[in-house]
């Protein structure tokens, strides 16, 4: 099987497999600006925490590119050059507000800018980070695979949410890669996988993915999970993260609340699977996560077509927190983390 890799760096060009036409069809966005690069995020054709986190950093190197030089081609004084990229990152931060990757990547960038000395070799200094970024999430997915597999439930069932596979990363995937590690080690389990309304990121993008990969799985409707936790046919679930506070609250797709709770209510573990860049321990707790609200669109029709009466009013959002006392534990690349997770996060980012 070919990895997946949804993001490429390609002489210039930034090259997105556009997740919103999976599974029809395997269609490619180039993109030479940082303009699109926010757009792209923003209608969701690169969409996952850590997969947006990546394209912002290449969305910083198209925009230094942009603003490194005036009308002339000369290249600017450092002070305005920066005046110009904090524009550019801050439009770049953003494109959407749950997901903490996306403003950690970005942060990082401007850090590496602030640091270069050389105008005339900041373009490359930025693409090496963007692309060290992308290969050190890659690695970090492998890592937590390698530290969640144990918790697999070989001869039980795992149900998981939305997307966490390599399309939500650079490759591998997070709680998708938990799943997909303890299945190449050898055990063998049943996998369900939500379809996540509205935007269908399990029914498009998760079963494509495990159809790839070989991992049998069953689709259901988000409404089946309690039907099967009640009936003793999930063992766990796992889920990914788009931001977890310093208490080990966690925002995730729009049901994992929902989850957690008929988990918890059926004494099933609820795994959360989560890089250490995904952890924001400036926030004490989960009430002080920003959760997107997307266009009632979203819910009211379904590319294109309408899937309610027209004029009715949806309301639309695309995240929920899931309070740490419903979750068992939450795997990051430096170690498996139980509560109390306040000081368990500390230390997991503290290193290996
Ligand atoms: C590795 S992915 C973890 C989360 O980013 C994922 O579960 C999720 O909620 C993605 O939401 P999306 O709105 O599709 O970007």
Redesign the pocket.
């Known amino acids: 099987m070919n990895e997946i890799r949804p993001i490429h760096w390609d002489d210039g060009i930034l090259k997105l497999l556009d997740?919103t036409r999976l599974p029809v069809e395997q269609v490619v966005v180039e993109l030479d600006d940082y303009r699109g690069a926010v757009t792209a995020i923003r209608d969701?054709q690169v969409?996952?925490?850590?997969?947006?986190g990546v394209t912002a950093a290449y969305a910083v190197v198209m925009a230094a590119k942009e603003v490194a030089t005036d009308d002339k081609g000369t290249f600017l004084d450092k002070g305005n050059f920066l005046v110009g990229l904090q524009e550019a990152a801050q439009a770049i931060s953003a494109a959407?507000p749950?997901?903490v990757?996306l403003q950690w990547a970005v942060r990082r960038m401007l850090e590496v800018a602030e640091s270069e000395p050389d105008l005339s070799n900041m373009v490359n200094r930025l693409l090496g980070e963007a692309k060290l970024i992308q290969e050190e999430d890659e690695e970090i997915n492998r890592r937590m695979g390698d530290f969640g597999k144990s918790l697999m439930p070989d001869g039980g069932s795992v149900l998981t949410?939305?997307?966490?596979?390599a399309l939500?990363?650079s490759a591998f995937?997070?709680?998708?890669g938990v799943i997909r590690a303890g299945w190449e080690t050898g055990m063998r389990f049943k996998v369900f996988n939500t379809e996540?309304r509205p935007?269908l990121?399990g029914a498009r993008?998760t079963a494509w993915e495990f159809q790839q990969l070989g991992i049998p799985a069953t689709l259901i409707v988000d409404s089946a999970a309690g039907i099967l936790m009640r009936q003793g046919d999930v063992s766990c679930v796992i889920?990914?993260?788009?931001r977890v506070a310093a208490n080990g609250d966690t925002?995730?797709?729009?049901g994992?609340y929902s989850l957690a709770v008929l988990a918890k209510e059926n004494g099933i573990p609820f795994y959360v699977?989560?890089?250490t860049s995904?952890v924001d321990l400036s926030i004490p707790s989960g009430d002080e996560i920003q959760i997107?609200e997307?266009a009632g669109s979203e819910v009211t029709h379904f590319q294109g077509a309408p899937t309610a009466p027209v004029g009715v009013e949806a309301f639309n959002p695309?995240?929920d927190v899931t309070p740490h006392r419903y979750i068992s534990a939450i795997v990051t690349e430096n170690g498996v983390v139980r509560a109390p997770f306040v000081e368990g996060l500390k230390l997991a980012l503290g290193g290996p």
Not at 239 to 242: H, L, P, R, V
């Open positions: 997740q969701m969409r996952g925490a850590p997969a947006i959407r749950t997901a990757n949410h939305c997307n966490t596979g939500a990363t995937g997070t709680a998708l996540t935007f990121q993008l889920t990914g993260a788009d925002a995730n797709k729009i994992t699977a989560a890089p995904t997107e997307r695309a995240f």
